[in-house]
């Protein structure tokens, strides 16, 4: 019985895990050559505790991976293993670095929003365009001021976000170098943790039965840069 029991809890463990996903192999490269490598990664686990220093880059992420330099306006593709299989929004943010990026730790009200993928509503449905993904990608804004910088992409799937602590968000924080660009300044800064609440509406939300009609991602406005 007692190995009965293992096996069971062994299969249940894998299923959960296949169920959740990460963004790996930033533009082609390894999985984590660019990538800050978190605690989970074998668990592909989510973050559920939006108050924790673990919802800026993911549990217990390193502060230091390669850099990978990129041209202002050009695109950030991430890898998603095996597939976004949750409905929900997918976001994206930026962090400049006070100089190098390798093992600055991201804190303070440092980052802004600049992209994210909502909810369509058709026949009183609500759609998630990023369900079912391989892949995700990001225009680094053109305007954005030389330098180093943290780029994350967060996903949070909705299907248990009823309940405080329900919503699940997947993460990878990303380490870049900007060339070019110009003179922007990113404005509505932010910071993780702090730039959610648990009650959020766009994080505490039923999003089954009434079907809404709307729906705001949270982190604010996306910067037009």
């Known amino acids: 019985m007692r190995i009965f029991s293992t096996v069971v809890f062994a299969v249940a463990v894998a299923q959960q895990a296949l169920a959740h996903y990460r963004f790996l192999g930033l533009n082609g490269s390894g999985d984590y050559d660019y990538i800050r490598l978190y605690a989970n990664q074998y668990s592909n686990g989510p973050i559920t ?16 991976t390669g850099t990978l ?49 909502g909810a369509t509503f058709s ?12 892949s995700v990608s990001i225009r680094i804004p053109s305007s954005l001021r030389a330098g180093e910088y943290l780029l994350r ?45 648990p009650n959020d509406p766009g994080i505490l939300i039923n999003i089954y039965y009434p079907v809404p009609t709307s729906y705001t991602p949270p982190g604010g406005p996306v910067w037009q840069g």
Request: aromatic share 10%; charged share 5%; hydrophobic share 35%.
């Open 153 to 197: 992409v967060e996903h949070i799937a909705l299907h248990s976000a009823s309940s405080t602590g329900g919503s699940q968000h997947y993460i990878s924080c990303a380490q870049l170098k900007v060339t070019g660009g110009g003179s922007g300044n990113p404005t509505n800064l932010l910071s993780f943790p702090g730039a959610y609440s």
């Open 123 to 134: 026949g009183g449905q609500m759609n998630w365009p990023s369900s079912g993904l391989t």
């Open 49 to 64: 505790n939006v108050q924790s220093n673990d919802i800026r880059c993911n549990l217990q992420a390193a502060t230091t």
């Open 69 to 117: 330099t990129v041209a202002a306006g050009s695109t950030a593709t991430f890898r998603v293993y095996t597939s976004i299989s949750h409905p929900g929004p997918l976001l994206w943010y930026m962090a400049k670095a006070p100089s190098t990026v390798n093992g600055w730790d991201g804190s303070g009200k440092v980052w802004f929003k600049i992209g994210q993928t």
